[in-house]
């Protein structure tokens, strides 16, 4: 991490003229840690990701499971709401796409919109369309290394921007929930904890949907 504050406003200057710092948004080498709640405790024998709604069977995945299944690695620059930025982060964990391509999760032809649902009954929304893109991650690392507690431990939704992928719809941060527990697939969007006080319903990054 590079501490000088002339070299990071140099960094900041350059991705602004390269297109990839968002409109009202600075950046940080920090990884700062923002979440509603405390830090929940993790039991990997009591632990499950729940998946309900509009599929044809709900399904309920161990831990020891969802390790096991096909794993991604990838780079995003993630955006949070209280406008910091940081870039080229790089994740491992499970696309949502893989949960239907090994049979674990079929859709149904009303299935629009999905809802995370977190510890601390944090909630928040997607459209399946962004939960279905190259942006979202449901990760279990960070840099390498197991998320830490602070960061969603052991399991977070993770949605960030791809540089140059312009078909991409970019959401901020928030729009990921950590201490991930369920899925819910729904019909019809519902907003999220978030969403309910008064933050937008979409997030777009590049709009500075900020609040409603």
């Known amino acids: 991490m590079n501490n000088n504050p002339q070299e990071r406003k140099k960094r900041e200057i350059a991705m602004r003229k390269a297109g990839r710092l968002p409109p009202g948004q600075v950046l940080t080498d920090k990884f700062p840690v923002l979440h509603y709640g405390s830090i929940p405790a993790?039991?990997?024998?009591?632990?499950?990701?729940?998946?309900?709604?509009?599929?044809?069977?709900?399904?309920?995945?161990?831990?020891?499971?969802?390790?096991?299944?096909?794993?991604?690695?990838?780079?995003?620059?993630?955006?949070?709401?209280?406008?910091?930025?940081?870039?080229?982060?790089?994740?491992?964990?499970?696309?949502?796409?893989?949960?239907?391509?090994?049979?674990?999760?079929?859709?149904k032809s009303s299935a629009k919109y999905l809802?995370?649902?977190?510890?601390?009954?944090?909630?928040?929304?997607?459209?399946?369309?962004?939960?279905?893109?190259?942006?979202?991650?449901?990760?279990?690392?960070?840099?390498?290394?197991?998320?830490?507690p602070e960061h969603g431990y052991p399991l977070r939704g993770l949605v960030g921007a791809i540089p140059g992928r312009k078909d991409l719809k970019d959401v901020y941060l928030w729009k990921g929930a950590k201490w991930l527990r369920g899925l819910e697939i729904l019909p019809e969007d519902k907003k999220g904890f978030w969403?309910?006080?008064?933050?937008h319903n979409e997030g777009d990054i590049w709009k500075e949907e900020r609040t409603a």
């Open 115 to 148: 809802l995370q649902h977190a510890e601390n009954e944090y909630t928040t929304n997607l459209p399946l369309d962004i939960m279905r893109a190259d942006t979202f991650l449901l990760a279990t690392h960070f840099e390498g290394e197991p998320l830490t």
């Open 195 to 199: 969403e309910l006080a008064g933050y």
């Open 42 to 107: 993790f039991d990997t024998s009591t632990w499950s990701l729940r998946i309900w709604g509009e599929v044809e069977d709900p399904v309920e995945i161990s831990w020891q499971n969802f390790m096991e299944l096909p794993r991604t690695k990838a780079s995003f620059d993630i955006h949070c709401v209280t406008r910091w930025s940081k870039f080229d982060t790089n994740w491992e964990g499970v696309r949502f796409n893989t949960l239907i391509d090994t049979g674990l999760v079929k859709l």
